[in-house]
């Protein structure tokens, strides 16, 4: 039986919204969007944070922990799907005060608005944020709400003065079924969520997001992803008045990645459009997976109207989203790296990268994202940590070391818990610990990693914290060689 969320179908008044998951990075650009429309917005999350710190400064009123007190005078309640057994959102349910999901209300700031909808199981936010990045180069200025900052706590949202809203359109719970875009975005089509029971379930989904797109709406899709061209392939033959654009490397592309080249903190292909000009796209990045975000920005862009030659050149300009394979620093001669990556697809992405630029070993400190997706794919995340593990056309390199964490502890509604066995049985013997916080696993890349070697902290949760108390221990070593 396929997981749902039932959606609220009445009318929605959004002068005091309150938000429950707040400090998420898309609630929080939410917020920070109703907020400079003049709403009166609150929220709530279980940890203080930059973020939240943030969203105080913006007029946004927070409060760190969940209580049911906390939503009365709200005019509508709006939650992420991770917060959807909250006790504000049981509290509003028995007051009657409307609950809504966060994809209804970005479907209700389309209203007079062309909405641009990023979808896909992977590349989400690079996808959106390139095309943010070369909209704002070329001298436009859309709103947008990406699900991660571009640069400081914030700076995924804001509210621009054309008509044009980016957003990335969630699929996890079919919220994307809310949106009608007028051009829609497929980065790729996997077993991301475990809310899908199969593949053939994935499928649908993204069958049915496709055919919402406005009439005469543009379509585009990574050529390279046999889901993602299946799932174009039946949108096409059930809405031939749509355009749809095949970006990638593959012969069918429209707008074809060629010669692609990588070195060092660099990576370049030329791109072909579909008339047949040429122009040499080069990012700031090791990740050659994030060309086929570039190619997607491109071809959003050039849907858009402006000069092919221009997108090009405004996308090599583009520094990259936050935890997106972001380089932290580099000390002691051992380069920390920020990921996101949690599915088996993004992390052999990520590890095939860092190898690229190690000269030496490469450290994975990984957190697993959920109880339910390490049920799920806990085994197969293991095996792409440790073995050669080929993903698609991805041959993935193995982590030398890996400093596995626990599965966050944030359930309280009963579900199945998980723990890292299936992970840690796929690893092998002296190849991986289990570190009790940030500062152990700082004193265990200290003592091991060396000039040349690379470190990533890889995962979804508080992870991200781990890479300063790292840089911190290599500073201190570094310091005491100095005076030995």
Known sequence: MTDTIDSHSGPIDLSRPYLVGVGGPAMSGLARLLAELGHQVSGSDIHDSDILAALRTAGV????????????????????????????????????????????????????????????????????????????????????????????????????????????????????????????VVTNVTDDHPSFVSRADVLRAYVEFGCRVAPDGFLIVNADCVGATVAAQVIADERPDLMVLRCGRDRAADVRLLDVHAEGWSVSATVRMPNGTETRLTLPTPATHHLHDAAAAVACAVALGLDPADVTAAVGTFAGVRRRFEHIDTRAGVTVIDSYASHPNEIAAD??????????????????????????????????????????????DNADYVLL????????????????????????????????????????????????????????????????????????????????
């Open 405 to 484: 964490l626990d599965v966050p502890d944030n359930l309280s509604d009963g579900r199945p818990l998980a723990d890292t066995d299936a992970i840690a049985a796929r690893l092998r013997d002296g190849a991986y610990c289990l570190p009790l916080g940030p500062d152990h696993a700082a004193r265990v890349i200290a003592r091991m990693a060396g000039r040349g070697d690379v470190v990533l902290t890889m995962g979804t949760g508080d992870v991200t914290g781990y890479g300063a108390a790292i840089l911190d221990g290599l500073g201190r070593r570094a310091e005491v060689a100095l005076s030995a």
């Open 351 to 396: 590890l095939q990268a860092a190898r690229t630029l190690a000269r030496g070993r490469v450290f994975v400190v990984f957190q697993p994202s959920g109880h339910a997706r390490v049920l799920a794919l806990g085994e197969r995340i293991g095996r792409v940590l440790a073995l050669d593990e080929r993903i698609g056309r991805v041959l993935a």
């Open 61 to 184: 009123r927070v409060r760190v922990g969940h209580d049911a007190a906390y939503v009365e005078g709200a005019s509508c309640v709006v939650h992420t799907t991770g917060a959807r057994h909250a006790p504000e959102v049981r509290a509003a349910r028995a007051a009657g005060i409307p609950v809504v999901r966060r994809a209804q209300v970005l479907d209700k700031l389309a209203d007079g608005r062309r909405l641009v909808a990023v979808s896909g199981s992977h590349g989400k936010s690079t996808t959106a944020g390139m095309l943010v990045h070369i909209l704002r180069t070329l001298g436009q200025d859309p709103t947008y709400l990406i699900g991660a900052d571009l640069t400081g706590p914030g700076s995924g949202a804001h509210l621009g003065r054309s008509r044009l809203l980016v957003a990335e359109a969630d699929e996890s719970y079919r919220s994307f079924h809310l949106l009608s875009p007028s051009l829609a």
